[in-house]
C-alpha cells in the first residue's frame, strides 16, 4: 500500500532557528496537506499543495509541492515557542475514491 | 461557534467490553471522517461518510468496528468487544464537502482497554 516516509522524526532547535522537514513515497499523489497537532487536540491544517511545483507560504510557514509529485518539504522560518508540536504530511491519492496517507509526524522542540 | 464535538474524551475499559465513541460535527458540514492514532501505526483513516451514507470503509480494522451517522449531526463508532490493541487515540473529522483540505478535527477520544 501507500506510505509515506517522513523526516527527521524528532528535532531539537533553539529559538529562533529555521525548521526544515520532509515527506518522500514511491507513490504520486494529488495533494500534499500539512498538518499541525498540539498536545491533547486534533491535527490543525497549516497548508494544503494542489499542484507539482507549488510553492506555498503561510505566514513563517512554506511548503512545496515535489515535481514528481512525491515528495513535499515544510519550512518553518524563525521558530518560536508555539510552533513546538508534531507535524504531520498527508498525501492524496484519487483512484476510485479518495485516499488520505498520513506521515508518522515530525516532534518538534524548541529550546528558548 | 462551536468546532466538532467528542465525547468521551477519555474511555477506560476492560477488555471484552463494548465501547461507542461518539462525534458531532460542525453543523453545515455534509462530511464525516473518523481516525485512528497510534504511536506504531500513526494516523490512520478508518471511514467516512458522506451526506450520512457511508462511502469508504475500507480502514476499519475488523468486524469487531463499525459506525453510524443516523443524521447529519451526530455518528458513532462502536467496538465491540474491545481488546487491549484498541488502545488509541480516536479522531473525528468533518468538512463542508469531501474534501479533506477542509477537515477540521475533534479533540479526540483517548480509548484505553485493559
Known amino acids: 500500500g501507500q506510505q509515506l516516509n517522513q523526516s527527521p522524526q524528532s528535532m531539537f532547535i533553539q529559538e529562533g532557528e529555521d525548521v526544515s522537514m520532509n515527506c518522500t513515497s514511491s507513490s504520486i499523489f494529488n495533494t500534499w496537506l500539512w498538518y499541525k497537532q498540539d498536545p491533547g487536540e486534533g491535527p490543525v491544517l497549516l497548508i494544503a499543495?494542489?499542484?507539482?511545483?507549488e510553492l506555498t507560504s503561510n505566514g513563517r510557514l512554506t511548503a512545496q509541492f515535489g515535481i514528481t509529485r512525491k515528495d513535499s518539504f515544510l519550512n518553518i522560518s524563525a521558530s518560536i515557542p508555539s510552533d513546538v508540536g508534531i507535524y504531520f504530511c498527508?498525501?492524496?491519492?484519487?483512484?476510485?475514491?479518495?485516499?488520505?496517507?498520513f506521515g508518522q509526524g515530525t516532534r518538534l522542540t524548541i529550546n528558548p | 461557534d462551536a468546532g466538532v464535538i467528542q465525547s468521551p474524551r477519555h474511555e477506560v475499559t476492560e477488555m471484552g467490553q463494548e465501547v461507542t465513541l461518539r462525534c458531532k460535527p460542525i453543523?453545515?458540514?455534509?462530511?464525516l471522517f473518523w481516525y485512528r492514532q497510534t504511536m506504531m501505526r500513526g494516523l490512520e483513516l478508518l471511514i467516512y461518510?458522506?451526506?450520512?451514507?457511508?462511502?469508504?470503509d475500507s480502514g476499519m480494522p475488523e468486524d469487531r468496528f463499525s459506525a453510524k451517522m443516523p443524521n447529519a449531526s451526530f455518528s458513532t463508532l462502536k467496538i465491540q468487544p474491545s481488546e487491549p490493541r484498541d488502545s488509541a487515540v480516536y479522531f473525528c473529522?468533518?468538512?463542508?464537502?469531501?474534501?479533506?483540505?477542509?477537515?477540521?478535527f475533534g479533540p479526540g477520544t483517548r480509548l484505553t482497554v485493559l
Open positions: 461518510f458522506n451526506n450520512n451514507v457511508p462511502i469508504d
Open positions: 453543523s453545515g458540514h455534509n462530511s
Open positions: 499543495l494542489y499542484k507539482a511545483g
Open positions: 498527508a498525501g492524496l491519492i484519487i483512484q476510485g475514491a479518495q485516499k488520505l496517507v
Open positions: 473529522a468533518s468538512s463542508l464537502v469531501l474534501t479533506y483540505n477542509e477537515q477540521f
